[in-house]
C-alpha cells in the first residue's frame, strides 16, 4: 500500500462522518478512529485565557501524533525507504525473464547505469513479450524479481537511483 | 515504385504465364538487355525466378505491395506498408523504428535472417517461400488487455487461411496443418515505465516453401501450405486478407472490450481440446487431458494423476504429444 493511499484513506475517512475504521490487506493494516476534539469548530479569541490556547495546542497536536503513528503503523520499513528510488513496476500480469534468451546476459544488473529508453526486463503473458524499458537514468539499485518469476500488475520489478 | 517492384508486380499478374524479355521491356520501359539484367541480378538474390530463352516466370508469387494493396478494403491497418528484401526480423525492424511509425503501419520482408520462432530460425530458402509480417499498433487500452492479442490475431488468421487450408490453433500461437506448424504469432510490446509506446503483431506464414528446402530436423514439426495443400499461395491474396479480418476483429474488442467472439473461434479451431499432452512446468512433466479454453483465454487441463482440473496461462508450461510435436 503506498503512502499517497492511506494518505487518502485518512483525508476520506477525516471528512466522513465515522467515528471508526479498519482496513486490512496482505500488505498494511490500518485502523482509525477519531476522537471528539471539535478543533476546528473552534475560533481563537485573542482575550482567550492563556490557559485554553495551550490545551488546543496539546490537543491539536495529540491528534498529529495520533496521525502520524498511524502512518508508521500501516507503512512497511522497506517500503519508507523506497521514496529515495524510482520504482519501476509491472504494466502486467506474466512472467519476468531478465534476458533476451536462457544463454544471454541479464539486460541489466545491480550496479549497472541505465539510460532512459534502455530495456530492463521482459514480462511474458500469452507468448506477448512486453519489453520494459527504464523512464529515467540512473543506477540499478535493485533488481526485485527473479527470471522466471509469476509477476502481479504493479510489482516492484526494479528500483532505481535518478542520476 | 522501383522498377524491381513494377517486374515482380507484372510477373505476379501473369503467374503461372511466362513473360517475354520484349514484354516486360515493353512495359517496363527499358531496354531488352536491362530487362534480362534485372532478372540474373534478382535470381542471383535469391528470388524465385526462371528465365529461359529470354522467357521469365516466377515459381510462385511473391510478396509485392502493388497487389496487396490493390482492393485493400481497411481503415488503417496497411494504409502505410513497407516491403525489405532483407530484414534481421520484422518485429525487431519495427521495434527499432516503433516511434516513426503510425498505427496500423505493416513491415514485410521478402526474407529473415534470424527469425524469432524457434521453428523459422536459420532456413535457408528461395525468397519469399514464407511470409514474414509485422503489424504496429499504437493502442490507449487497458494493459490487460494485451496478452489476448494473440489469440485474437490466431482468429483472424485462421479466417484468411480456411479457405485455403484445414487449419487448426496450436494455444495459443500457433498454426497447424495437417499436425504440423505452418504460421506463428509473436507479439512484442514496448513500455517505458508504465506508458505504452505500441504492440508489434508478428507473424509468419510458410506458404510456399518446398519440404527440401526445410532442415531435416524441422520436417516432422513444420511445414508450409504448398507442401501439404500441393497448391500454390497467392501471398498477396492471404495478406491482404488477414489485414482485413485483424482490423474488424481488432476494431471488435478496442471497442467492446470482449474477448468471447475470437475466443469462441479459438476454441472451434483448437488442435489441442479433447487430447492428451504432456504438460511441461519448471519441475514436472505430467500427462493431462485439454478440456476447454476458459473466457480468460487459459487453457483447462485436467491432470490424469490428480484428476485435479487447473487454467494454464503461464508460460512455465509448453505443451507436446507424446512423442510428437502435436
Known sequence: MKNEEIKELIQLIDQSSLT??????????????????????????????????STLKQESKAKQTEKTEMEVDSVEVENAEDESFHLIKSPIVGTSYLSSSPDSEPFVKAGDTVEEGQTVLIIEAMKVMNEIKSDIKGTVEEISVEDGQAIEFDQTLIKIKAT | MTIEERLIHLLNVSYPKTLTSLELADELDLEESSVDNLTADLKDRNYPITSHKQKHRLAYPVVSLLDIKKGLETTFIGETLHLHSTLRSTNAYAKENLSKHREGTVILAQEQTSGKGRLGRNWSSPMGGSISMSVIVKPRIDFAKIPLLTQLTAASLVKALESIADVKIKWPNDII?????????????????????????????????NKHNMPDSFRDKASSVKAETHTVVDPNALIQSFLIHFENDYLAYMTTGDPSPFLSLCTEYSALIGKDYWVTGKDHKRKATVKTIDSFGRLVVTYHDTNVTEAINSSAFSIRGADSYI
Not at chain 1, 25 to 44: C, E, F, G, I, P
Not at chain 2, 179 to 202: C, N, V
Request: hydrophobic share 35%; charged share 20%.
Open chain 1, 20 to 53: 471508526h475504521f479498519e482496513f486490512q490487506n496482505a500488505s498494511a493494516s490500518l485502523k482509525l478512529s477519531k476522537r471528539d476534539a471539535d478543533s476546528t469548530n473552534q475560533t481563537l479569541d485573542s482575550v482567550q485565557a492563556s490557559e485554553q490556547v
Open chain 2, 177 to 209: 496443418l495437417n499436425r504440423k506448424k505452418i504460421a506463428g504469432i509473436l507479439i512484442e510490446s514496448e513500455f517505458r515505465g508504465d506508458s505504452l509506446s505500441g504492440i508489434i503483431i508478428g507473424i509468419g506464414i510458410n506458404t510456399n516453401l
